[in-house]
């Protein structure tokens, strides 16, 4: 069998993405890596140099996703709530079609110390609720949005947000989506901040 470059390295991450998560990084071993991807332990050495580095580029892959997205609502300046929700059911979105990498996260950050090597995962959630904040007080500068303590309404948000992130994660019977998300955040925003015009 003819294994191309990049189809060799696309199959170690998907192989190890799916050990990593159903075992747990620290169970997975590299010959279960290359086993699973078909390969052979001099190609996962020459890509990733080791289990470390295979994590790592999984990591980076989907952070750079995170970054991306958010990228694009850097400078809000109008329809703040137009822009919150559409944020919000884009993360929605992303979070459905990387489900994977968002479960070997979710395991890395709430489960017990695997051995894997540090990520700041705490770093990316500071980004993404500054970023809400500075949302909303932009809202709130330029009149489409009451007044309000703009870091207590960014944590109701981003429950809300998590939340409907949790239920994919653990395939609850609520299971939520972009539109429900969406749905939810419309009556935080129409039932406490949008700003009424006169009349």
Request: proline share 2%; with cysteine; net charge negative.
């Amino acid at each position: 069998m003819n294994i191309t470059s990049d189809d060799a390295r696309v199959r170690l991450l998907e192989a190890a993405l799916d050990l990593f998560t159903e075992k747990g990084y620290a169970a997975a071993s590299v010959s279960e890596i290359v086993r699973r991807a078909g390969v052979t332990k001099p190609m996962l050495y020459y890509y990733f140099k080791n289990k470390e580095g295979i994590y790592s580029e999984l990591m980076a892959q989907a952070l750079t996703d995170f970054k991306i997205l958010l990228k694009k609502y850097e400078n809000v300046e109008k329809d703040v709530y137009i822009q919150i929700n559409n944020m919000f059911r884009d993360i929605m979105n992303l979070h459905a079609a990387r489900l994977k990498y968002a479960r070997l996260i979710y395991a890395m950050v709430y489960g017990p110390p695997q051995g894997a090597p540090f990520i700041d995962f705490e770093e990316y959630h500071a980004i993404m609720a500054e970023m809400l904040n500075k949302m909303i007080r932009k809202g709130v500068e330029n009149g489409e949005l009451e007044d309000v303590v703009t870091e207590d309404f960014t944590t109701v948000l981003l429950s809300v947000l998590f939340f409907c992130m949790d239920t994919q994660i653990i395939k609850c019977s609520c299971m939520m989506d972009s539109e429900d998300v969406s749905r939810i955040t419309g009556k935080l925003f129409d039932k406490i901040i949008i700003k009424r015009g006169e009349g």
